[in-house]
């Protein structure tokens, strides 16, 4: 199962949009609403920031939010300020029944 | 609040096994499931599979079957995770992370802090 792609890099400034794109195929994103989506800091454990495509578990922020259109999802985050800086890695469950991730975004705020 | 708790930092030499266990608390343990995610030095994450502590069930990534296998032990809250044959590309920091397990898979809500494992000869 190849990895879902993402771009390797993006960045902007604090107060900007940024939107994370993350492109599969029919047998993963395109077929499942199962995409998840991850910030990691330098050092830690990644932080489940989007779940099922558009849901955010409690405590994290509303400036972030998924969605999904054929075979690529997005992770859009609004306001962006310092502490977004991290890798951001999207999720999928496949045909295969195995999950996939993508290769990992990293976000530079100017 | 719920807490994972994983085993400490390992070296082993290629060919051998390891197991590294995931201690939780803070929630219905034997109502969630498990899932086990790695991460070479500088690279992605790499998903490895899920143990479904509810009904037992496991699945495994397909490039992993045959060497890896995911156990529990509920009267102490753990997980295992045992993979065998080690080759220096197993080299990695592994998490485990918890969470609900659907029928069709288990998501990650919560993650430990994650075990290093070296493997090198």
């Known amino acids: 199962q190849s990895a879902l792609t993402q771009p390797a890099s993006v960045s902007g400034s604090p107060g900007q949009s940024i939107t994370i794109s993350c492109t599969g195929s029919?047998?993963?994103?395109?077929?499942?609403?199962?995409v998840s989506w991850y910030q990691q800091h330098p050092g830690k454990a990644p932080k489940l920031m989007i779940w099922?495509?558009?849901n955010r578990p409690s405590g994290v922020s509303s400036r972030f939010s998924g969605s999904k259109s054929g075979n690529s999802a997005s992770l859009t985050i609004s306001g962006l300020q310092a502490d977004d800086e991290a890798d951001y890695y999207c999720?999928?469950?496949?045909?295969?029944?195995?999950?996939?991730f993508g290769g990992g975004t990293k976000l530079s705020v100017l | 609040q719920v807490q994972l708790v994983q085993s400490g930092p390992e070296v082993k030499k290629p060919g051998a096994s390891v197991k590294v266990s995931c201690k939780a608390s803070?929630?219905?343990?034997?109502?969630?499931?498990i899932t086990w995610v790695r991460q070479a030095p500088g690279q992605g994450l790499e998903w490895m599979g899920w143990?479904?502590?509810?009904?037992?069930?496991?699945k495994y990534a397909q490039k992993l079957q045959g060497r890896v296998s995911m156990t529990t032990d509920t009267s102490t809250s753990t997980v295992y995770l045992e993979l065998r044959n080690l080759r220096s590309d197993d080299t990695a920091v592994y998490y485990c992370?918890?969470?609900?397990?659907?029928?069709?898979?288990?998501?990650?809500?919560?993650w430990g802090l994650g075990t290093l494992v070296t493997v090198s000869s």
């Open positions: 143990l479904s502590v509810s009904n037992g069930n496991t």
């Open positions: 803070g929630y219905g343990f034997t109502s969630y499931g």
């Open positions: 029919s047998s993963d994103v395109g077929g499942y609403d199962y």
């Open positions: 099922d495509v558009s």
């Open positions: 992370a918890s969470g609900y397990c659907s029928s069709a898979f288990c998501y990650t809500d919560y």
């Open positions: 999720s999928s469950y496949t045909s295969s029944t195995d999950v996939v």
